[in-house]
Nanobody
Framework: QLQASGGGLVRAGGALRLSCEAS????????MGWFRQAPGKEREFAAA????????HYADSVQGRFTVSRDNAKNTVYLRMTSLKPEDTAVYYC?????????????????WGQGTLVTVSS
């Protein structure tokens, strides 16, 4: 199970850090992704990190503003979001990809968290 937290209301230009804790003891076997879904839109890729934390990649829309990291000792992946924009408003989901490198394709992820809402006001 994946439990996402850290969402909330923030003004444009502000920052938030999302967390996603996994109950799986083999957490380090999974690449982790963050996806988001804005109202009325499809779920889209935001960021991903491989099992070791050594490789990350980002959607163009968040590159340079978001940072994904993980602490395998705590079974937790993080998404640090800075310079937030109103268009970043969405429900953010974490997801786990077994033995992957951190895909941007939703279908590659087997396990999903429940989502945490981020609202950025202008």
């Amino acid at each position: 199970q994946l439990q996402a937290s850290g969402g909330g209301l923030v003004r444009a230009g502000g920052a938030l850090r999302l967390s996603c804790e996994a109950s799986e003891r083999t957490f380090s076997s999974y690449a982790m992704g963050w996806f988001r879904q804005a109202p009325g839109k499809e779920r889209e890729f935001a960021a991903a990190i491989d099992w070791s934390g050594g490789r990350t990649h980002y959607a163009d829309s968040v590159q340079g503003r978001f940072t994904v990291s993980r602490d395998n000792a705590k079974n937790t992946v993080y998404l640090r979001m800075t310079s937030l924009k109103p268009e970043d408003t969405a429900v953010y989901y974490c997801a786990a990809q077994l033995y992957g490198s951190g895909s941007s394709d939703l279908s590659d992820y087997k396990y999903w968290g429940q989502g945490t809402l981020v609202t950025v006001s202008s």
